[in-house]
């Protein structure tokens, strides 16, 4: 889930229980620029190869243009990619539901991209578990001017995924803010983020 506030986006995920014999963990939540990130919902491992690819593509427009590319257009990046897999033989469509979230436009913006491709440019989204039950709570609390400090929208973000029921523990979960750059929470920190919003 990601949600939007003064000059920020922030993104936060809630992963499967991790292994315990696992030697690393997948991430659902990937910086695609400095200042643009993506969370991911659905196949893990479709999830890299759309993030390498748009990685590459946006290290190109900025040998090219001297500058990263808008939020819009990193979407499209995904999207058209999303699409290419399905016109080839052999190969199948990408398993996941994209949010992307960036404050490299003049304002934050967050963009939502479904598994088909359809886009859409929303305050606050959410892909995935349990997304209609959490969409339904955005829907019936969102209030920008609650939303006035990046603690505000952490706190009511973590709300919204405890809303379905299920807990929500610091090691399965991520978050992450966009502002001048791209910062991951530590474990403490999302734990502090978790207990606040309880």
């Not at 910086?31 to 969370?39: G, S």
């Not at 748009?54 to 001297?66: D, H, M, S, V």
């Not at 959410?126 to 952490?154: H, P, R, W």
């Not at 029921?165 to 910062?183: C, F, H, P, Q």
């Amino acid at each position: 889930m990601k949600k939007k506030c003064d000059e920020k986006n922030v993104l936060i995920t809630k992963g499967a229980a991790a292994n315990p014999l696992a030697v690393s963990s997948s991430n659902s939540t990937f910086p695609l620029d400095e200042r643009i990130a993506a969370a991911f919902a659905g196949l893990s491992g479709d999830a890299r190869p759309l993030v390498n690819g748009t990685q590459a593509k946006i290290a190109q427009k900025r040998f090219e243009f001297g500058e990263a590319p808008s939020l819009n257009t990193v979407a499209h990046m995904l999207t058209e990619r999303m699409q290419e897999a399905t016109m080839h033989y052999g190969s199948r469509p990408f398993g996941v539901s994209i949010l992307v979230g960036g404050t490299s436009d003049p304002e934050p913006k967050l963009i939502q991209i479904q598994t088909n491709g359809d886009t859409s440019t929303v305050k606050a989204g959410v892909v995935g578990k349990n997304a209609g039950e959490i969409q339904t709570f955005l829907e019936n609390n969102y209030n920008i001017e609650s939303l006035d400090s990046e603690e505000a929208t952490v706190k009511f973000a973590v709300k919204a995924l405890l809303h379905t029921g299920g807990g929500l523990v610091a090691n399965e979960s991520e978050i992450t803010v966009l502002k001048d750059n791209y910062k991951q929470y530590s474990n403490q920190e999302k734990q502090e983020a978790i207990e606040n919003a309880i």
